[in-house]
């Protein structure tokens, strides 16, 4: 794989600030944390995705999709290969038909569930709070105070790793428990069709300003973090087995588990990524020690070993 080469054929289709070299990915993920990606590229138009996967095909660099970074960890040898990152500020085009919103997956939940009270259209107030992007979102079928994307998402838009587009809907989307038919696939989607209902403002805006307050009160914002570590197993709760088992404030140098709600991990300030994963098989291992529940990662892990 020829970087130098796959760069030039990418600029003839990108714009320069459109395509980084050796970035950071602590600048692009919500714990702040990983080594370099040797390229991003962050398209505007369902095009040049398009054309940036026949060029990175066609020289064989490894690529990957991420949105807003808000459930992902970077290992700290960073990523090699390419990073196509649906952002917020260039791929987040919404618009609203009936009960109906259409919108790019770049685009922030927060903006989303906004967009849908200023039409006042109910079923996305569970989202307002969560972090990330709606394609991630969709992707992992993400959800928080008894709602999910399943329960609105009517169909998608996506493209598969040779650039051909497709649409599905319904049970094609495969949504489950923290999963999708695009979940650790090449998939890419493009965009999604909300269906929701027509509502009252003020209700929807007092069960946002509710959910919002819970949120805060609970949960370590003032951290950064990837959200909820774990999933929760069946018939229980991560955050209740893992303070069960004495873990609340365990830490692995900048890396601790959340003395505020035990089923976050938190960067305290210079955690590494393998200050987080020394925690995550520390706390699994107590937890399955003391309780016989074997927790798994919802935090998506990624990068070079």
Known sequence: MNLDNVFEALSKIFPQDQLLRNESMKRHTSFHIGGPVDLMILPEKTEQ??????????????FM??????????????IRGAVIKLAADRFSHAEVKGETIRAQSGILLSAL????????LRGLEFASGIPGSLGGA??????????????VVEKISILDEDGNQTVLQ???????????IVQNSRKIILESFLSLKKGDYEESRKMIQDLTKRRQEKQPLSYPSAGSTF???VGYYAGKLIQDAGLRGLRAGDAQVSEKHSGFIIN??????????????????????????????????????
């Open 49 to 62: 995705i398009q054309g940036a996967l026949a060029i990175l095909r066609e020289n064989d660099v490894p």
């Open 138 to 151: 969709v992707a992992m079928n993400a959800g928080a105070y008894g709602g999910e994307m399943k329960d």
């Open 231 to 233: 999933q929760r197993p």
């Open 113 to 120: 569930s906004g967009l849908a009270l200023r039409f006042s």
């Open 268 to 305: 305290l300030g210079n955690a590494t990524a393998c200050d987080v994963l020394e925690l995550i098989d520390k706390v699994k291992k107590r937890v399955r020690e003391q309780s016989g529940v074997e927790l798994q990662p919802e935090v998506r892990i990624v990068g070079q070993e």
């Open 170 to 180: 319904g049970e094609e989307m495969a949504l489950g428990y923290r999963t999708s």
């Open 65 to 78: 999709i991420m949105g807003n970074g808000t459930n992902l960890l970077v290992r700290d040898k960073g």
